[in-house]
């Protein structure tokens, strides 16, 4: 079951107007959420950055926090997985073909939930491969826009070369993936490059930090060289749909050096349990809005 604009109906029932300033300018923002066994994760967190990309853009929120709310956890019910990715999607709305924002229009809501696809365990034991490709989106990349052309331009890069994220640099600097926040770690240390306008703040990006501070691992929050990338003992990459998965090859060569050359580091697989530990907490207590 989709929801679209106050009524639920199955997704082939589901019918937008063309001029819909989503499908017409790529106007609007997302989120995806996932759902452990009907527990949203960090649904709080969720709602904050859709406010900001809302906020980014200009566009009123359609719903109260308690609304959103309550229908994040009435399309889990809704839909019969186990665990799942609630995608959300708020656009301008429906208007005659114009840059300049329509007066009086409202915005466009669309909800749908998929089945939740974690990485298989033989991607989590042997890791990814990744690609770096210059980062050529434009300055807003804080904001979780459905704009996701370019995006979508250099994730399609990755799987032509026969990999499975982009790594993404920006004037010699880490920015992030295509669809995910990159770490690094040098003798032992935890680095990532700080939120800013080149990055989405990702909300696995936050749960890394606060475990890696919990658990006293040394942590850096500060620009990532190209060097620095190219130099790492270990690099992963993270997201709500991929947790932390390690990028075992950056351009074909391996990631690392000596006896874990090529292969997931031991930081990862320690965040990796932190995070399923974590993760196994909050179904047990569920933060409500
Ligand atoms: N960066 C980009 C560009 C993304 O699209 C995503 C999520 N798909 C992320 C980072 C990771 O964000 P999150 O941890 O909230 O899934």
């Known amino acids: 079951m989709i929801y679209l604009n106050g009524e639920w109906m199955p997704i082939e029932q589901a019918r937008i107007p063309v001029l819909d300033r989503g499908f017409i300018f790529g106007d609007g923002v997302y989120e995806v959420i996932p759902s452990y066994s009907g527990h949203p994760f960090r649904l709080r967190e969720h709602l904050a950055r859709l406010q900001s990309s809302l906020d980014g853009v200009r566009i009123e929120n359609p719903c109260s926090l308690a609304r959103w709310d309550e229908l994040v956890r009435e399309i889990v019910a809704k839909n019969p997985w186990e665990d799942q990715g609630v995608y959300l999607q708020v656009t301008r709305g429906v208007a005659p073909r114009d840059h300049a924002f329509p007066k009086g229009v409202k915005p466009t809501v669309f909800m749908m939930s998929n089945p939740l696809t974690t990485p298989a365990p033989e991607q989590r034991e042997r890791g990814v491969a990744a690609i770096t490709v210059a980062d050529n989106r434009w300055l807003r990349c804080d904001i979780k826009s459905v704009s996701l052309l370019a995006n979508c331009l250099l ?3 990755a799987v032509d070369a026969g990999a499975a994220e982009s790594v993404l640099l920006r004037d010699g600097f880490l920015t992030e993936g295509s669809a995910s926040n990159i770490f690094a770690v040098k003798d032992g240390v935890i680095i990532t490059p700080p939120k800013s306008n080149f990055i989405l703040p990702g909300i696995t990006y936050d749960v890394v930090i606060e475990l890696a501070r919990a658990n ?6 500060r620009q990532v060289s190209e060097a620095e990338v190219r130099d790492a ?8 749909t991929k947790e932390v998965l390690s990028i ?6 391996p990631v690392g050096s000596g006896k874990n050359a090529g292969k997931p580091g031991p930081v990862a697989a320690r965040m990796y349990q932190l995070y399923q530990d974590y993760k196994r907490t909050v179904m047990r207590a569920p933060a409500r809005v």
Do not use: A, N, V
Not at 216 to 221: A, S
Not at 233 to 240: A, G, H, Q, V
Not at 248 to 253: N, R
């Open 248 to 253: 075992s090859t950056l351009d074909g060569s």
């Open 233 to 240: 003992d270990e690099l992963w990459l993270t997201s709500s």
């Open 155 to 157: 994730r399609q890069s």
């Open 216 to 221: 006293k691992l040394p942590l850096q929050i």
